[in-house]
């Protein structure tokens, strides 16, 4: 068996109010999470304005063969609610087109001459994380020419990861 340790935390909070004769009053609070949950566990709200600022296709030599990959610089203004110090922004983006990149089909009961509906695949999202308004790809994030990706930004601060921010490219 192992001991049970319960552990708890108080956090006042401190406000001077004026009355109508200029008299002022300290108030504390022991519970203000109880008060305004918003201050103790709201997470960040979605950046704003997210633009798509550059874009630009490149080659690189590798294994001796000349690869295409896309540079892009996304760009964002900080949420409007941060409930906190920012700690940075997660950027992360998966592929989402074209459909046929997506999907694949199956046979039907074991019958190899019938083919059956699309199943469409889901792709794995790309994350990273950074400390300013904006992220620029690079080669190792492999973006590709004629194909569509959803992007995310979300910002986080000590509590967890907030609302994201969406654009397809």
């Known amino acids: 068996m192992f001991p049970l340790i319960l552990l708890f935390l108080t956090v006042a909070t401190y406000a001077i109010d004026y009355d109508d004769q200029s008299h002022g009053v300290f108030e504390i609070s022991n519970y203000p999470c109880l008060d305004d949950p918003g201050i103790c566990f709201s997470v ?10 550059n874009f630009q296709k490149e080659t690189a030599v590798t294994g001796g063969f000349p690869m295409d990959y896309i ?42 001459g019938k083919m059956g509906e699309a199943e469409s695949t889901p792709t794995l999202a790309v994350r990273r994380n950074v400390t300013g308004t904006s992220y620029t790809s690079t080669q190792i994030d492999n973006i590709q020419f004629g194909r569509i990706y959803q992007f995310e930004v979300a910002a986080y601060n000590n509590i967890d990861i907030g609302v994201p921010a969406h654009l397809n490219i």
């Open 44 to 53: 960040p709200s979605p950046p704003q304005d997210l633009t798509l600022n």
């Open 71 to 112: 540079v892009l610089k996304l760009q964002w203004k900080p949420p409007a609610e941060t409930y906190g110090e920012l700690k940075g922004y997660q950027v992360s983006f998966r592929l989402v087109g074209p459909p046929e990149l997506l999907t694949s089909s199956k046979s039907d009961g074991g019958d190899s």
